[in-house]
Each structure stands twice: as C-alpha cells, then as structure tokens.
C-alpha cells in the first residue's frame, strides 16, 4: 500500500512522491493504531487490553465472555465494510483468534505459535466473507483512475492521494496527533476515519495544541492527543 504509486516523470514530481511515501506510511501507522483504539471502545474494554498497536499488527487481550466475541465479529464485519469501501480491496486486514488457560501466560510462545499458524490462514481468506455477497460479482466501466495509485476512478488526482501529500508536507512541524469524534477547527490537515471507525485524526502544529484542548473543554468532546516530537512540558494531554 506503501509503494503503490506511480513513478514521477520530473523534479516537482519527485518532491511530491516523497511527501506522499512519508504521508502514506504515517496514515498507516495512524489507522493501525485508531483501529486498536477503536476496537476497544466497541467492545467497552479498556485500552490496556490492547497489547501491541504498530507495524500492521494489532493484539488484544480480550475477556473469553460470548457477548464480546459476538461484539467483535459485529465489529470486524463493519470494520471490513468500511476499509472495503475506502480502499477498494486494496487494503485490508485479517484477524485471528485462540483461547488462553491460566497456564498459558507462564510460556505464551505456545500460544503465540497457535494464533500465527491461524493467522496465516486468515491471511489466505482475506475477504472471503464477500464471496457470499449477490453484489460481488457486480461491476461499472470506469475510464479513468487517479493517476497517483491508479485505483481510485476519478480523472484526477484522488483525494486520499492528495491527503497523503499534504500530510507528508506538514510532519516535519507536527507536535501532536489528536484524534476526536468531531473535525475540530484546529489544524488543517484532519483526516476522516473510514466507515465505521468514525471521527478524525488531526496533525497539531506547537500553536496549535493548546486552542484545541480549549475548543475540546468547551466542546466536552473526547479527545486522545498524543505527542509525535518534542512537546512542552506545561501542556497537560
């Protein structure tokens, strides 16, 4: 997903196509972790039930209860409708899970060993629960694609292409990334969630940070602001 863009023909598209690797790569970072946070809310857990959030990979620890399993199979199915519809197939993900006995947790490679030899499975079926839909096989003439990934079918250049440029043009003077359900009105680069994950992660300038805590306090609106570079040390997240 990274690396699928088009090579640039001059200089100014050279600069650009590096804006957009470094915008790209850290949308991803962003939407693996907005999904591990995401998941747990759904499931009214805790964040400290999710163990690792990076690198394309999420783990949760969650409760062997049958009314958060059903949670998470609701959650994983609008979680793949959403990317569906986002991405077009071009990005997904699969999910794996094992049971744990309290004697696991002294030796968790077995465990670990198990939920990787599901995992690969998983990964061979990716959006196989789409096969079943009377809609699969349906499909519309498109003319033209965004010349930047050559999937989205607009004649222009698409704006998650765009998005990802000017994400990569405004990291360098990011302090914070402050996700919210509501697109505040700081910072100019908020980028909406897909389907159902709701809400918008933000890229905060220094002067930035502090007029959204206020805008969140007045607002009462649930906000997660979290440092990328060097932050001051009198601003309370």
Known sequence: FIYRITEPTDERGFRHTAKRLRGRSLYLALLNRAVANWLVQRLDLPP?????????????????????QAQLSDALRDLSD???????????????TTPMQPRDFANVQRTRTRLEQELAIAKRRKWHERLEREDFFSHEKIYHTCPVCEITPVKRICDLCDRH??????????????HALERPP?????????????GYLTLVSAEEQRALLRWAEQN??????????????????
């Open 220 to 237: 009462q609106q649930p906000l997660l602001l979290q440092g990328v570079n060097e932050m001051p040390q009198d601003v309370e997240t």
């Open 48 to 68: 400290t039930n999710v163990l690792y959030a990076g690198g394309g990979v999420i783990e949760l620890l969650l409760p062997p209860v049958g009314l958060v």
């Open 165 to 178: 440029k000017q994400i990569g043009q405004r990291l360098p003077y990011t302090v914070a990334l402050a």
């Open 186 to 198: 700081q910072g100019d680069i908020s980028i909406a969630l897909p389907g159902a994950l709701e």
């Open 82 to 96: 959403g990317m569906w519809d986002t991405f077009h197939g071009d990005l997904g993900f699969a999910h794996a």
